[in-house]
């Protein structure tokens, strides 16, 4: 599987907007699934959103953030993107975009453990 690389993090106020990207530097198809994941301090990873990298438009939120996230992809730009609104202070946390060549029967928030793949982390801070 290719290098994953997170970018798009930083710091806003509570209501603001980012969008984090995860670029992939080998063949973005040597993955099947990609999910995004946050981890606080003194809290365990969470997994946020998480799709198909080929096929169809299959995602799956979690509930903390469903109606203000939405995951994409671009494939010719070996990207998958997390685009955050309405932010919250409660949304702040390391960021990581994680792959497998895992592929659920249906879209489903897979654990962190069951990805073998993982970008470095950007960090998003959201301040009221």
């Known amino acids: 599987q290719g290098q994953l690389l997170e970018s798009g993090g930083g710091s806003v106020q509570t209501g603001g907007s980012l969008r984090l990207s995860c670029a992939v530097s080998g063949y973005f198809y040597a993955s099947n699934y990609m999910g995004w994941f946050r981890q606080a301090p003194g809290k365990e990873r969470e997994g946020v959103a998480a799709?198909?990298?080929?096929?169809?438009?299959?995602?799956v939120y979690a509930d903390s953030v469903k109606g203000r996230f939405t995951i994409s992809k671009d494939g010719p730009k070996n990207t998958v993107y997390l685009q955050m609104t309405s932010l919250k202070p409660e949304d702040t946390a390391m960021y990581y975009c994680?792959?497998?060549?895992?592929?659920?029967?249906?879209?489903?928030?897979?654990?962190?453990?069951?990805?073998?793949?993982w970008g470095q982390g950007t960090q998003v801070t959201v301040s009221s």
């Open positions: 799709t198909y990298i080929a096929g169809g438009r299959d995602t």
């Open positions: 994680a792959s497998t060549v895992k592929w659920p029967s249906t879209a489903t928030m897979l654990t962190a453990s069951e990805y073998d793949n």
